[in-house]
């Protein structure tokens, strides 16, 4: 059911198999080369593993804004396996290598004039990238630094804390419904479970991107920053969390998440069918492309 390479989360070490590791370093003073350092940078992420701290650096570099598309979506989940699978690896510190863009979300182009094979396989992928990031073990800390709509802002709903550059030009949010189409229920739960029914029912009938300071206060992300301090700030966050022994903290995550994955890994198939269905229908096929003509025209 995974894509090649890519361990099905069934096969993964439960939390309370992974050994807990020393606690982290202190923290660098800023402008120190962190070391020693392991990097596995490929096309369209660069992570860098630093083995003292048992933190990565996880940076996103697909230009022009970090898209997911099924190339990047594949290289996510397997450097996320990966970091998984290494036991220096601890946490996880996930942000954008380019300037205003954490990540556009999913790219609409591969929503668009495609065959059924592929967006089944697109789809699973984007399945798979969720079902890895939202059901880590490691800690993972979101530094937000540029805007993020739908999957971009779903990728950071999927970590455990979120710090953002407190710019009001970047927003963040579910806009589904401004695309004319529909968030799928695990970006919903996902959703729900970081601010709330309430706060997620206007939200994503409105299909809102909030800029910055109006996300804070929604409590869609935890902190806000000046863009200069975000990965310091990021650092000392990911400090905090790894103060903690592993086996509890992750014990914990799992039992507040595990709802919300199982009903995936449980409607996999159908998710996999409803998203063929509605996304082949004339009608939406005509709504995307729409967008994104009024994306390029917005540019001209
Ligand atoms: N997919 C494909 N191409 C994109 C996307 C995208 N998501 N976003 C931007 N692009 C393209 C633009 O068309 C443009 O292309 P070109 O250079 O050929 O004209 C190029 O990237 C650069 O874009 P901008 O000029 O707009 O860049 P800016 O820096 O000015 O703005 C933004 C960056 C803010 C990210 C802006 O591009 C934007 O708002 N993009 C749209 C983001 C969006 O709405 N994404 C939603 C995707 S849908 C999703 O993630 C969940 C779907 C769930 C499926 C539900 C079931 C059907």
């Given at each position: ?263 995936l890994?449980a409607h996999r198939?159908e998710d ?29």
């Amino acid at each position: 059911l995974c894509p090649p390479g890519v361990l099905p989360l069934c096969c993964r070490l439960p939390a309370w198999d992974r050994a807990s590791r020393p606690p982290p370093s202190l923290l660098q003073p800023p402008g120190l080369p962190l070391a020693p350092c392991r990097s596995f940078s490929n096309n369209k992420i660069q992570v860098e593993l630093d083995e003292s701290s048992g933190v990565a650096m996880m940076k996103f570099k697909s230009p022009p804004v970090n898209s997911l598309n099924l190339e990047f979506l594949t290289e996510f989940s397997i450097s996320l396996e990966k970091l998984e699978n290494n036991r220096a690896c601890r946490g996880v510190i996930i942000t954008s290598a380019l300037p205003k863009v954490f990540s556009s979300g999913l790219d609409i182009t591969e929503m668009c004039g495609k065959s059924m094979e592929h967006y089944t396989e697109f789809w699973r992928a984007v399945q798979e990238m969720w079902l890895r990031l939202y059901g880590s073990n490691m800690v993972t800390v979101a530094a937000v630094n540029g805007s993020s709509p739908a999957g971009g802002c779903l990728v950071a709903l999927s970590c455990d804390y979120r710090i953002m550059a407190e710019n009001p030009k970047f927003s963040i949010g579910l806009n589904e419904a401004q695309l004319g189409i529909v968030a799928p229920f695990w970006f919903k739960d996902t959703f729900v479970n970081v601010v709330g029914h309430r706060i997620a029912e206007r939200s994503l009938q409105l299909g809102s991107l909030h800029p910055a300071p109006e996300a804070h206060k929604l409590g869609l992300v935890d902190e806000l920053v000046p863009e200069e301090k975000l990965m310091e700030k990021a650092a000392a966050v990911m400090a905090q969390w790894l103060a903690l022994p592993d086996h509890a903290r992750q014990l914990t995550k799992t039992m507040m998440r595990k709802a919300v994955l199982d009903r995936l890994v449980a409607h996999r198939e159908e998710d996999i069918k409803n998203f063929i269905t509605f996304t082949s229908k004339e009608s939406i096929q005509k709504s995307l492309r729409m967008y994104m003509e009024r994306l390029k025209k917005r540019k001209s």
